[in-house]
């Protein structure tokens, strides 16, 4: 079994949310004032102290709210899609970290909590893939254990860590949750409203 000290963060915040509209919503400012991005990447760090952000190559993390004390990893494949973005992710983590798992976050979670987490770090390994379900949907984060990081370095623009999971079925341990917050992101610009309501 893992513990949360074996377990690092990698929040996924490359994409370009072609799905919310014109804006970017890493750097829309949520109630507390902090931009998504950082707030999202605040809940994370208190899951995991150990944790990484991945970003395009040109982003400005100053602008999208993120303090100088932020871990970040920068990919250059961004326009390729999730599955290239996490491939650099994970090389930069194979590189760097000798933890036991890596819990793959959004870049658009602020309301994740630990304690939703702390059952699927329990359950992690290096030979496991934890994915948190709520009433029979899948949610994040999903946590990777260290035997599966080769498989993920090696995943193409229009995977997924979902191609990960298919192909390692029998290594995959579902875990029912009670709380909505691993299935509460902001994908669509109507998705504000639950920055209202959640804060």
């Known amino acids: 079994m893992s513990s949360e000290h074996s377990v690092v963060g990698l929040v996924m915040a490359a994409g370009f ?22 707030e999202t990447c605040k809940a994370v760090t208190q899951i995991c102290p150990r944790s990484w952000v991945v970003l395009r190559e040109e ?8 303090n100088e ?7 250059e494949c961004a326009a390729l899609g999730l599955g290239a973005s996490m491939a650099d992710g994970f090389r930069a983590l ?3 970290e000798f933890a036991d798992s890596a819990a793959v976050f959004l870049g658009d979670m602020p309301f994740i909590q630990q ?3 702390a059952p699927l770090f329990e359950a992690s390994g290096k030979s496991s893939i934890v994915r948190p379900v ?11 254990g260290r035997c599966f990081w080769p498989q993920l370095v090696l995943l193409k623009g229009g995977e997924t860590g979902s ?4 192909r390692n079925a029998q290594w995959v341990n ?3 949750v009670d709380t909505r917050d691993v299935c509460l992101d902001i994908d669509r610009f109507r998705d504000i409203s639950k920055l209202i309501t959640m804060y």
């Open 17 to 38: 949310s072609h799905r919310f509209g014109a804006l970017d919503k890493r750097a829309l400012k949520v109630p507390s004032g902090a931009t998504l991005l950082a």
């Open 59 to 66: 982003d400005d993390a100053n602008k999208l709210g993120l």
């Open 69 to 75: 004390s932020t871990m970040i990893i920068r990919t």
């Open 94 to 96: 194979l590189l760097a």
């Open 115 to 117: 304690a939703t987490c």
């Open 134 to 144: 709520l009433n029979g949907q899948p949610g994040h984060p999903v946590v990777f």
């Open 163 to 166: 191609t990960i999971l298919q």
């Open 174 to 176: 579902h875990v029912p």
